[in-house]
């Protein structure tokens, strides 16, 4: 039995419509802290379970019967609980007898122990002090946080700022890493596994120029001195600046049997570019 936790956000609802091209709704449930918020899963067969990472005990139950586990990272971001509640996922997960955990981490983790990412080294810690058997998938950041249908505002003033001095964004597209999740799900060879995910790299002056081809319209890149958008919010620009965004393995590829979304491709689904023309 395949159990994927925390599975009505977005991640999560992409990662069931992938493993149920390999595995039978009956031999999947869903953990959810709103049971009502996954009807449209249990229309599809998949059996759907209580489970809430503030309630330790709901977990012990929901965990119940399962075989392999996909944990999704807590959506309770810098509210100083994130830490507990994977403990306690983890917990739950070994006495309920899971055979295997495959946590969402994220990239960095194993190198970086505060604010975010310092969340993601103590939880790949547990999983290590745990003894149950485990798979990490080390998560970039979304594409879709910077390659999104607010790109259509650029394509309308003829402009793309940004303050990233011409370097690379080694992101990632949701559905990518969705699939990928899935295939280590649904196949035990993953097991013990290690993955740090990126996406192909790009940079803005490319993404200008993939605007421009989309949309027929010439879209510009103009460098800033300060920091904007989603770069700003989470304090981002000097990694950026300093080359932090520009790792790259073959992790995402490997495990998906496929290249990942290409930026053209990525931007193509954000900005509908049918419309854009």
């Known amino acids: 039995m395949f159990a994927i ?14 493993l149920l091209r390999w595995v039978p709704a ?4 869903v953990v959810v802290r709103s049971p009502s918020k996954a009807e449209s899963m249990a229309v599809r067969g998949v059996e759907v379970r209580y489970g809430d990472y503030n309630d330790p005990a709901s977990l012990h139950s929901a965990f119940a019967g399962i075989d392999r586990l996909l944990f ?21 997960a070994r006495q309920a007898g899971v055979s295997a955990i495959v946590y969402t981490s994220g990239l960095g983790a194993d190198l970086i122990d505060e ?20 798979t990490v998938l080390r998560h970039p950041i979304y594409s879709e946080f910077f390659l999104n249908p607010q790109l259509r505002a650029a394509i309308e003033v ?17 559905a990518d890493l969705a699939e990928a999740a899935a295939v280590v799900v649904a196949n035990a060879g993953h097991v013990g596994s290690v993955y740090n995910f990126t996406g192909p ?4 002056p490319q993404l200008a120029a993939a605007l421009s081809s989309l949309s027929g319209r010439t879209v510009v890149y103009r460098e800033l001195d300060r920091d904007e ?16 965004f520009e790792l790259q393995t073959g ?3 490997e495990v998906l049997g496929h290249p990942p979304a290409n930026l053209e491709a990525a931007v193509a689904a954000a900005i509908d570019a049918p419309a854009a023309r």
């Open 5 to 18: 936790s925390a599975a009505t956000g977005e991640f999560g609802r992409l990662v069931i419509d992938h």
């Open 26 to 29: 009956a031999e999947v449930a």
């Open 72 to 92: 999704i990272s807590s959506p309770d971001i810098g509210t100083g609980e994130r830490v507990s509640q994977h403990s306690d996922v983890i917990d739950a």
């Open 115 to 134: 604010g975010v990412l310092g969340e993601h080294h103590a939880t790949e810690r547990a999983l290590l002090d745990s003894g149950v058997s485990h």
């Open 158 to 174: 003829g402009e793309l700022t940004s303050s990233t001095a011409g370097h690379g964004m080694n992101t990632a597209t949701r």
């Open 201 to 204: 790299l790009w940079t803005y």
């Open 229 to 244: 958008g989603i770069v700003a919010m989470l304090g981002l620009g000097p990694v950026i600046r300093s080359g932090g």
């Open 251 to 253: 992790d995402l590829e």
